[in-house]
């Protein structure tokens, strides 16, 4: 299993799924991946050329952001909802791909939303949009509201890998 993120907040968010993940299955093997350089439809366009040399599941934490963009991720991916602001996709061609999307990104539909210090506050805010996001971000993806969208993220990621 690879995680594939595509921000550096995404990125913590991916290292705190993979956490939950091998609570529950345990021994498993997960690679978190994360290239500040390469922007969600790189990424995305990266994963689904992986996704034919390897059976691996490939689970893309990405952002849906705002207007005409949306369409990409709409063309690849049968969309269904997690959560107020979370959405989990299937790739329409590719069984062994699969996304986390943030509406319209991680910042709006998690972050702030649980913790509005995190956006309200600019050395906050610019550290969570730098290579330290995960300094400020681990301790806010572990507490309750957050531990819990993760905890039911990991298990309907379990269950796709079994259906």
Do not use: W
Not at 62 to 86: A, L, W
Not at 132 to 148: D, F, T, W
């Amino acid at each position: 299993m690879k995680l594939i993120a595509e921000c550096y907040a995404n990125r913590c968010f991916a290292l705190e799924l993979r956490n939950y993940i091998q609570n529950i299955m345990k021994n498993s093997k997960i690679y978190i991946g994360h290239n500040y350089r390469l922007g969600r439809d790189k990424i995305l366009k990266l994963i689904k050329k992986y996704a034919a040399q390897t059976d691996d599941l490939l689970i893309a934490i990405i952002d849906y952001e705002k207007g005409v963009s949306r369409k990409y991720i709409d063309f690849q991916f049968k969309i269904s909802k997690i959560g107020e602001s979370i959405l989990f996709g299937e790739h329409k061609h590719k069984r062994n791909i699969i996304a986390i999307i943030f509406d319209p990104n991680i910042e709006e539909a998690l972050l702030c939303k649980y913790y509005p210090i995190l956006c309200r506050n600019i050395n906050y805010y610019e550290r969570i949009k730098s290579d330290k996001a995960c300094e400020v971000l681990k301790e806010y993806l572990k507490r309750k509201p957050i531990g819990k969208i993760l905890l039911m993220i990991a298990k309907m990621i379990i269950r796709y890998c079994y259906e």
